[in-house]
């Protein structure tokens, strides 16, 4: 297994959380955003 199929590996599951938990933090946000509206 070479160092760049390492770092996929590593990385590609770290980067897909990440994702998922901005659009999370984003839609918590407008959610509220609305709600003091």
């Given amino acids: 297994m070479t ?3 390492l770092c996929l590996t ?3 599951p ?3 959380f990440a994702v ?3 659009q ?3 839609e918590r946000w407008d959610h ?3 709600a003091e509206d």
């Fill in 3 to 5: 160092v760049a199929a």
């Fill in 10 to 12: 590593v990385a590609g």
């Fill in 14 to 16: 770290l980067v897909a």
């Fill in 20 to 22: 998922y938990d901005l």
């Fill in 24 to 26: 999370v933090r984003l």
């Fill in 32 to 34: 509220n955003r609305h």
